[in-house]
T-cell receptor, first 114, second 115 residues
């Protein structure tokens, strides 16, 4: 069965520091996609970054990058130069079987301190 | 969240009542789905659709019904509400092919309380 594990329930980081949010996954499908979403206190789901299982390079989107280690089944999110507005819940999710079926981790609550 | 509209945003139901959560998208997406988010947890898939007339069950389908008569709309029906269905519900949509399918759009969520 497909599973996403986020082992950090909460993280506290000083503003302007880089932060890494951990995500490991389990699947036997060779084709899958990995997503990171941000959920601020207002509740909406904001797409951050995507990595396909066949992508050779790690995905990057502005201050966000995905450290994809396929052999370790790891897809950590790296946020460079954190900002106060980065404080939110962050969810790692996996899409499998080529369809829009997402499995989510339990999330990591990130707090950026000034 | 431009393009995926959910209504209502907030709803309080009594146990045993039925209701429909509406979801509409104007991006001509083939894929649409419903998730629920319970406190302190990630989203779990309830039902999904790969196109008009085609639906299938997700991880937690019991107590919910869906249909997809048009590409734009994907309503979620609660047949007989139970307190265990108190949750935040999210509708999502995306294209089915290519890199465009890698962006999944979520609605703003519907907060449902069953008393």
């Amino acid at each position: 069965a497909q599973k996403i594990t986020q082992t950090q329930p909460g993280m506290f980081v000083q503003e302007k520091e880089a932060v890494t949010l951990d995500c490991t996954y389990d699947t036997s499908d060779p084709s899958y996609g990995l997503f990171w979403y941000k959920q601020p206190s207002s509740g909406e789901m904001i797409f951050l970054i995507y990595q396909g299982s066949y992508d050779q390079q790690n995905a990057t989107e502005g201050r966000y990058s995905l450290n994809f280690q396929k052999a370790r089944k790891s897809a950590n999110l790296v946020i460079s130069a954190s900002q106060l507005g980065d404080s939110a819940m962050y969810f790692c999710a996996m899409r499998f079987q080529g369809a829009q079926k997402l499995v989510f981790g339990q999330g990591t609550r990130l707090t950026i301190n000034p | 969240n431009a393009g995926v509209t959910q209504t209502p945003k907030f709803q309080v139901l009594k146990t045993g009542q039925s209701m429909t959560l509406q979801c509409a998208q104007d991006m001509n997406h083939e894929y649409m789905s419903w998730y629920r988010q319970d406190p302190g947890m990630g989203l779990r898939l309830i039902h999904y659709s790969v196109g008009a007339g085609i639906t299938d069950q997700g991880e937690v389908p019991n107590g919910y019904n869906v249909s997809r008569s048009t590409t734009e709309d994907f309503p979620l029906r609660l047949l007989s509400a139970a307190p265990s269905q108190t949750s935040v519900y999210f509708c999502a949509s995306s294209y089915s092919k290519g890199t465009a399918g890698n962006t999944i759009y979520f609605g703003e969520g519907s907060w449902l309380t069953v008393v």
